[in-house]
């Protein structure tokens, strides 16, 4: 490059200085989410995520928020993964409710499901208190993760872990009947919510629908009896924590399917000596290649699960 040349380039960057500013404002700007309440019950309401992995496009907003009206405001089940989302959703609410939310229930301890906590500290947020333990525990490693995953989304977030522990069995959350189940299998505790008047189910990340069901903490035997006994329930409906509101128990059915389907290639591939890499070529039935966020969550499971089941298959020969 010439000295004219460079000259040149530097008074064409002094020239556009005036214009880089808006440029700026706009970058900011563009960190919404548009979060959009929908019916799914009477006198209930989801904001429904994408159905892909974390992505600078998506801003983390791939879970299913549920939203019940109770006595003195809106129950809200699960706050998304951001201070801004959470910001956002408490704005947007408040056109179904203008007291806006009264109480705050978590689902488990993954970030997309509690990361808004902060900005409801103010309501009472009950969780498992198992729950609660993890979350104090993995907040900033959950945390670490996501700021690098979503960049400029996450700013301000400061993980929040649950206030109060969530009796299980019947219980009222700000005059609404809910029967509480303490499951486990998808994560170390998984809570799943019945609600009495409608008979909607909120399944939180048990239950997955057209999206691949994430392993990253799961126990596929644990998660196989948590859904047995969800599919007992008989819900009228089931909110999965991904994927669109389930009105016939596909949600169940799937996921238990696709962990059965996970198990099977895992114990045959460990015993024909297949490895982690050779494991990412292996056929997927369409049904489950459809998913959203396939392969990725496949490749996941590999390295979460394949490790346990290759050495249940193959013990050391001594
Ligand atoms: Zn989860």
């Not at 006198?43 to 992995?53: F, L, R």
Request: glycine share 8%; aromatic share 8%.
């Amino acid at each position: 490059m010439t000295p004219t040349r460079r000259t040149a380039l530097g008074f064409m960057a002094a020239a556009a200085g005036s214009v880089a500013l808006p440029g700026r404002v706009f970058a900011s700007a563009k960190f919404k989410y548009d979060l959009q309440p929908k019916p799914a019950m009477s006198g209930v309401w989801m904001i429904e995520g994408a159905t892909d992995y974390f992505s600078m496009q998506n801003g983390g907003a791939i879970v299913n928020c549920a939203l019940l009206q109770g006595e003195t405001g809106l129950i809200l089940i699960d706050t998304g993964p951001s201070r801004r989302y959470a910001e956002e959703l408490r704005l947007s609410v408040q056109a179904l409710d203008l007291r806006g939310v009264s109480a705050v229930v978590n689902t488990h301890n993954h970030p997309d499901h509690y990361f808004g906590n902060q900005v409801f500290a103010d309501k009472p947020i009950y969780g498992l208190g198992e729950m609660i333990e993890l979350a104090i525990t993995h907040g900033d490693s959950f945390s670490n993760n996501m700021y690098r995953l979503l960049g400029d989304w996450m700013r301000g977030t400061e993980p929040m872990p649950p206030t109060a522990a969530l009796a299980t069995g019947e219980v009222t959350i700000d005059g609404r009947k809910f029967l509480a189940l303490p499951l486990a299998g998808h994560t170390e505790t998984d809570l799943a919510l019945l609600d009495t008047e409608t008979g909607l189910l909120i399944a939180g990340d048990l239950a997955f629908l057209d999206r691949a069901p994430a392993t990253t903490n799961a126990n596929l035997e644990t998660w196989q009896a948590a859904l047995t006994e969800l599919q007992a329930l008989n819900a009228a409906a089931i909110l999965p924590g991904h994927g669109p509101l389930d009105r016939s128990g596909a949600s169940l059915a799937q996921t238990s399917a696709y962990l059965s389907w996970l198990e099977t290639t895992f114990t045959e591939g460990a015993n024909s000596g297949l490895d982690m890499v050779d494991l990412m070529d292996s056929p997927m039935p369409a049904e489950f290649a459809a998913m959203g966020a396939q392969p990725e969550e496949f490749h996941r499971s590999i390295s979460h699960l394949f490790p346990d089941i290759e050495r249940r298959e193959l013990p050391r020969a001594n």
